[in-house]
C-alpha cells in the first residue's frame, strides 16, 4: 500500500528505485588497558591510521573537485588536528589502545563541536566519519560507506558524510534519503553539486526496508513508499517535462513577457567556476569568499594570494556581475585568528562584518585585494558585507571600501530581520541588497538551520520570511537600487517565481539549479509570479503558500 513521507527537497529531480542502507558504523572498540611499554607503538599506529585517513580524504577530494574537494579537505584538517591528536596521545600514555583513545577523544571533541555553534554544530556528521575510518582502519574492519550494488538505488542514511556523498556514482544512486540534515548541511550542497535527487530531515528514514521500492521528488521533499504504478508514471512524466523544459530553455533569465531577471551562480572559488558557465550563469551572485582563509585558521592568505583566486573568478566573466562576499567569520565559520574563544553564543556574537570591523587590517587588506584583481578586467565588481545590522554598519563597511580605493558597487547582506525592517536606511549608504534567506530565516525563526529537528522553521515558504523579502525588495524600488536573492531560497524554481513578484531584482543559486530556475520562470509573465507572491504572502504556513503559489501558477 502506497504511503507518503515529507521531509526537505534539497535536490531537484526524480528517483525511483529499491532502498540500499549505508554501510553499519565501526562498532565501539573494547576498553581495555595496555602496559606502558606499548604505549609508544599503539601512538605510532594511532598516527598512521590518522594519516592514511587523512590522505584518503585528499585524494577524495582532487577526484571530486569543486565545493567537494573544499569540503573533504577541512574533513582531512579535522583528521588532523593537533590538539585532538594530543588528547589521543594522552589517553594511550595511560593506558588505552590505539583505536579506544581514538573513540574517546573523538567523543569528547564531538560534544565541544555540538555545543559551538551552528556551523561547528553541523559538521558533528563530518567528525563521525572520520572517526569511524580512522577507527576501522585500527581495526582492520571495512569502511563503513556506500553500499556496494551492480543495480541502481536509492540510498538511505541516517546522515551522509562528505566522503561518501562527493564519489557518489550518479549511474548507481540513483537518489538519496536521510534522517538528519537540513537545507545547508554539506550534504545538501553536494547533492545539488552532484545533480542527485536527495530529501533529507526526513524522520523514521531508517526504519524504511532494505529492498522496498520507494520514489524520491527532490523538489517538494516527499518520498512516496511502494508507489503505485500509476504514481510512478505520474513522477516520470513530470521528470520528463522538466528535462524537456531544461533542453528548451537557454538565454537569460526572464519571465515569459521579457521581464528581466539575470540568474547568478553561488561560488566557493575558482573551482566552482566551470559548472557556473557550463549552466549559462550570467554572472556571480555569491562569492564565499571564506574558503580562502579556511584554508588556514591561524592566520590569513597573503594579499597575492587573494589577488591570483579572486582574478580567476572575475576573468571567468568578461563583462558579467560578479558579487563578492567579504569574509564571513566567526559562529559558523570560527577563525582562530579572529573569533572570539569563549563566547556564550557565538551566532549571536562578533561575526561577519563585526568581526571585519574589530580587526581592521584584515578588512583593509581584502578590499586591497579585490580592487587590485578588478584592475583592466571589464567585469561589473560588486562588494558586499555580511551580517548587517543597520545604517551604522552599512556606512562602516562603504567608508572602508572607499578608504581602500575599490571601485565598485558596494552592497549589505540582508540576514538579520533589522536589516529587512529597516533597508530603506541602510540603502542610504549602500548600492544594493542581497537576501541570505538561510541566515534569515534562521534569525527570524531562532531555529539553527543544521538541525533537523526545526527544519521546518528553516522552510523559505514561511510567510513571515516572504514578508522580509517584500520588506527589502520595496525598499529597494523606492531608492531605485537592486535586491536579490543569494540564499538557498532561489533555487527554489517555484520559490523563484515568487521572489520575482516580490520586487527580488536577481536570482543567485548552486549552478545546478540554473537550467531548473530559468525553465521555470519562462512559463509565467511577471503579473502571474505577482499574483503568486501575494497569494503565498496571505497564508499562515509554509505548506500553504507554496500551495497556493502553485494554484496561482498552475491556473487553479
Same mark, same amino acid.
Given at each position: 500500500?502506497?504511503?507518503?513521507?515529507?521531509?526537505?527537497?534539497?535536490?531537484?529531480?526524480?528517483?525511483?528505485?529499491?532502498?540500499?542502507?549505508?554501510?553499519?558504523?565501526?562498532?565501539?572498540?573494547?576498553?581495555?588497558?595496555?602496559?606502558?611499554?606499548?604505549?609508544?607503538?599503539?601512538?605510532?599506529?594511532?598516527?598512521?591510521?590518522?594519516?592514511?585517513?587523512?590522505?584518503?580524504?585528499?585524494?577524495? *577530494?582532487? $577526484? @571530486?573537485? /569543486?565545493?567537494?574537494? &573544499? +569540503?573533504?579537505?577541512?574533513?582531512?584538517?579535522?583528521?588532523? #588536528? %593537533?590538539?585532538?591528536?594530543?588528547?589521543?596521545?594522552?589517553?594511550?600514555?595511560?593506558?588505552?589502545?590505539?583505536?579506544?583513545?581514538?573513540?574517546?577523544?573523538?567523543?569528547?571533541?564531538?560534544?565541544?563541536?555540538?555545543?559551538?555553534?551552528?556551523?561547528?554544530?553541523?559538521?558533528?556528521?563530518?567528525?563521525?566519519?572520520?572517526?569511524?575510518?580512522?577507527?576501522?582502519?585500527?581495526?582492520?574492519?571495512?569502511?563503513?560507506?556506500?553500499?556496494?550494488?551492480?543495480?541502481?538505488?536509492?540510498?538511505?542514511?541516517?546522515?551522509?558524510?562528505?566522503?561518501?556523498?562527493?564519489?557518489?556514482?550518479?549511474?548507481?544512486?540513483?537518489?538519496?534519503?536521510?534522517?538528519?540534515?537540513?537545507?545547508?548541511?554539506?550534504?545538501?550542497?553536494?547533492?545539488?553539486?552532484?545533480?542527485?535527487?536527495?530529501?533529507?530531515?526526513?524522520?523514521?528514514? *531508517?526504519? $524504511? @526496508?532494505? /529492498?522496498?521500492?520507494? &520514489? +524520491?521528488?527532490?523538489?517538494?521533499?516527499?518520498?512516496?513508499? #511502494? %508507489?503505485?504504478?500509476?504514481?510512478?508514471?505520474?513522477?516520470?512524466?513530470?521528470?520528463?517535462?522538466?528535462?524537456?523544459?531544461?533542453?528548451?530553455?537557454?538565454?537569460?533569465?526572464?519571465?515569459?513577457?521579457?521581464?528581466?531577471?539575470?540568474?547568478?551562480?553561488?561560488?566557493?572559488?575558482?573551482?566552482?567556476?566551470?559548472?557556473?558557465?557550463?549552466?549559462?550563469?550570467?554572472?556571480?551572485?555569491?562569492?564565499?569568499?571564506?574558503?580562502?582563509?579556511?584554508?588556514?585558521?591561524?592566520?590569513?592568505?597573503?594579499?597575492?594570494?587573494?589577488?591570483?583566486?579572486?582574478?580567476?573568478?572575475?576573468?571567468?566573466?568578461?563583462?558579467?556581475?560578479?558579487?563578492?562576499?567579504?569574509?564571513?567569520?566567526?559562529?559558523?565559520?570560527?577563525?582562530?585568528?579572529?573569533?572570539?574563544?569563549?563566547?556564550?553564543?557565538?551566532?549571536?556574537?562578533?561575526?561577519? $562584518?563585526?568581526?571585519?570591523?574589530?580587526?581592521?587590517?584584515?578588512?583593509?587588506?581584502?578590499?586591497?585585494?579585490?580592487?587590485?584583481?578588478?584592475?583592466?578586467?571589464?567585469?561589473?565588481?560588486?562588494?558586499?558585507?555580511?551580517?548587517?545590522?543597520?545604517?551604522?554598519?552599512?556606512?562602516?563597511?562603504?567608508?572602508?571600501?572607499?578608504?581602500?580605493?575599490?571601485?565598485?558597487?558596494?552592497?549589505?547582506?540582508?540576514?538579520?530581520?533589522?536589516?529587512?525592517?529597516?533597508?530603506?536606511?541602510?540603502?542610504?549608504?549602500?548600492?544594493?541588497?542581497?537576501?541570505?534567506?538561510?541566515?534569515?530565516?534562521?534569525?527570524?525563526?531562532?531555529?539553527?538551520?543544521?538541525?533537523?529537528?526545526?527544519?521546518?522553521?528553516?522552510?523559505?515558504?514561511?510567510?513571515?520570511?516572504?514578508?522580509?523579502?517584500?520588506?527589502?525588495?520595496?525598499?529597494?524600488?523606492?531608492?531605485?537600487?537592486?535586491?536579490?536573492?543569494?540564499?538557498?531560497?532561489?533555487?527554489?524554481?517555484?520559490?523563484?517565481?515568487?521572489?520575482?513578484?516580490?520586487?527580488?531584482?536577481?536570482?543567485?543559486?548552486?549552478?545546478?539549479?540554473?537550467?531548473?530556475?530559468?525553465?521555470?520562470?519562462?512559463?509565467?509573465?511577471?503579473?502571474?509570479?505577482?499574483?503568486?507572491?501575494?497569494?503565498?504572502?496571505?497564508?499562515?504556513?509554509?505548506?500553504?503558500?507554496?500551495?497556493?503559489?502553485?494554484?496561482?501558477?498552475?491556473?487553479?
Amino acid at each position: 500500500m502506497e504511503t507518503t513521507l515529507r521531509g526537505v527537497g534539497v535536490s531537484h529531480g526524480v528517483a525511483i528505485g529499491e532502498v540500499r542502507h549505508m554501510g553499519t558504523a565501526v562498532l565501539e572498540p573494547p576498553a581495555k588497558q595496555i602496559p606502558a611499554e606499548e604505549a609508544e607503538r599503539e601512538q605510532g599506529r594511532a598516527r598512521q591510521a590518522v594519516d592514511a585517513v587523512a590522505a584518503d580524504l585528499m585524494a577524495r *577530494g582532487n $577526484l @571530486a573537485g /569543486g565545493e567537494a574537494q &573544499a +569540503v573533504l579537505e577541512a574533513q582531512a584538517m579535522m583528521a588532523q #588536528d %593537533p590538539e585532538l591528536m594530543a588528547d589521543v596521545d594522552r589517553r594511550i600514555a595511560v593506558g588505552s589502545t590505539a583505536e579506544r583513545a581514538v573513540y574517546d577523544a573523538f567523543a569528547a571533541y564531538r560534544e565541544l563541536l555540538a555545543n559551538a555553534g551552528e556551523y561547528l554544530a553541523g559538521r558533528v556528521a563530518d567528525l563521525d566519519d572520520v572517526r569511524n575510518r580512522i577507527v576501522a582502519r585500527l581495526l582492520g574492519v571495512p569502511m563503513p560507506g556506500v553500499p556496494d550494488s551492480d543495480e541502481p538505488y536509492v540510498l538511505v542514511a541516517r546522515d551522509l558524510a562528505p566522503a561518501d556523498t562527493a564519489l557518489l556514482d550518479p549511474t548507481l544512486v540513483l537518489g538519496f534519503v536521510t534522517e538528519e540534515g537540513g537545507p545547508t548541511s554539506h550534504s545538501a550542497i553536494l547533492a545539488r553539486a552532484l545533480g542527485v535527487p536527495a530529501v533529507v530531515a526526513l524522520p523514521g528514514a *531508517g526504519e $524504511l @526496508a532494505e /529492498g522496498t521500492v520507494i &520514489a +524520491v521528488d527532490g523538489s517538494t521533499g516527499e518520498v512516496f513508499v #511502494d %508507489p503505485t504504478e500509476e504514481k510512478k508514471a505520474q513522477l516520470e512524466a513530470a521528470a520528463a517535462a522538466r528535462k524537456a523544459a531544461l533542453s528548451a530553455s537557454t538565454g537569460p533569465g526572464a519571465t515569459a513577457d521579457g521581464h528581466k531577471v539575470p540568474l547568478l551562480a553561488n561560488v566557493g572559488g575558482p573551482a566552482d567556476v566551470p559548472a557556473a558557465v557550463e549552466a549559462g550563469a550570467e554572472g556571480v551572485g555569491l562569492f564565499r569568499t571564506e574558503f580562502l582563509f579556511l584554508d588556514d585558521s591561524k592566520q590569513a592568505p597573503s594579499e597575492e594570494k587573494q589577488i591570483t583566486a579572486y582574478r580567476q573568478v572575475l576573468e571567468a566573466f568578461p563583462e558579467g556581475r560578479v558579487v563578492v562576499r567579504v569574509l564571513d567569520a566567526g559562529a559558523d565559520k570560527p577563525l582562530d585568528f579572529l573569533t572570539p574563544a569563549d563566547e556564550p553564543n557565538p551566532a549571536l556574537g562578533v561575526r561577519g $562584518l563585526r568581526t571585519l570591523l574589530d580587526h581592521p587590517d584584515v578588512l583593509r587588506t581584502q578590499l586591497s585585494a579585490l580592487a587590485k584583481a578588478a584592475e583592466d578586467l571589464p567585469v561589473y565588481l560588486e562588494v558586499m558585507a555580511p551580517m548587517v545590522a543597520d545604517r551604522a554598519d552599512a556606512k562602516a563597511f562603504a567608508d572602508a571600501c572607499r578608504a581602500a580605493g575599490l571601485r565598485a558597487k558596494f552592497g549589505a547582506m540582508v540576514e538579520i530581520p533589522s536589516a529587512a525592517l529597516r533597508a530603506r536606511s541602510i540603502l542610504q549608504e549602500v548600492e544594493f541588497l542581497s537576501l541570505g534567506t538561510n541566515d534569515l530565516a534562521q534569525y527570524t525563526f531562532a531555529a539553527d538551520r543544521q538541525v533537523g529537528a526545526v527544519s521546518r522553521l528553516q522552510d523559505p515558504w514561511q510567510p513571515a520570511l516572504l514578508d522580509l523579502v517584500a520588506l527589502s525588495a520595496e525598499a529597494a524600488k523606492a531608492e531605485g537600487k537592486s535586491c536579490g536573492v543569494c540564499g538557498e531560497a532561489a533555487a527554489d524554481p517555484l520559490l523563484a517565481c515568487v521572489l520575482t513578484g516580490l520586487g527580488v531584482t536577481s536570482l543567485s543559486m548552486g549552478s545546478a539549479s540554473i537550467p531548473y530556475v530559468r525553465a521555470t520562470l519562462a512559463k509565467y509573465t511577471l503579473a502571474q509570479c505577482e499574483r503568486a507572491a501575494a497569494a503565498a504572502r496571505a497564508t499562515d504556513s509554509a505548506e500553504d503558500a507554496r500551495a497556493a503559489a502553485q494554484a496561482v501558477l498552475s491556473g487553479e
